[in-house]
């Protein structure tokens, strides 16, 4: 595809942000797009690059992000619930807020991620990097969660949850009671 097609392609996509529903934008170059707030409802941005992005208040609800670039991009208090975000590369990115309920981060890479006061019930972190990431105040967060998840000891957990450090890589995490 030519470099024109795909900027016009981009253009219509944010021109019509409000409105993506079951859009395909599979594979796309949206870096520094800007869908605040769009409908992208189960929308297919898998292997897009949205590096940079604003999807603050976005609703993502079961949006394919699979091996999405989604590094340092803004998706704070957007609705991510039942998404697929597996092995995505979310790096730095601003989740504050969002609600992640039900979605599948399974080998995504959220280090340095803001996760602060985010929705985390029934998300799938296995082998998920959460080094350095920020969990401050999440909610629906499980030890067991914590347990399948890749972190160090950079990455700040909710209060409620404690962690107990076995090797500089080995931990164990517990409810605190």
């Not at 309920?101 to 340095?112: I, T």
């Amino acid at each position: 595809m030519t470099e024109e097609l795909r900027k016009a392609e981009r253009e219509q996509a944010e021109k019509s942000k409000h409105n993506l529903v079951k859009a395909n934008l599979s594979g796309g170059n949206l870096d520094h797009a800007d869908f605040s707030g769009g409908n992208l409802n189960e929308a297919d941005l898998s292997y897009a690059n949205l590096f940079f992005a604003n999807l603050s208040r976005a609703n993502l609800e079961k949006a394919d992000l699979s091996k999405s670039k989604l590094s340092k991009s803004n998706l704070r208090e957007a609705n991510l619930s039942g998404a697929d975000m597996n092995e995505a590369d979310i790096r730095s990115a601003n989740l504050s807020g969002a609600n992640l309920s039900g979605a599948n981060l399974a080998d995504a890479d959220l280090s340095l991620a803001d996760l602060t006061c985010a929705n985390l019930a029934n998300v799938n972190l296995e082998e998920a990097e959460l080094k350095g990431a920020d969990l401050t105040d999440a909610v629906g967060l499980t030890d067991q969660q914590i347990n399948s998840a890749l972190l160090n000891k950079e990455t700040r957990l909710p209060a409620y949850l404690e962690i107990t450090w076995i090797t500089d890589k080995k931990f164990e995490c517990r409810h605190k009671n």
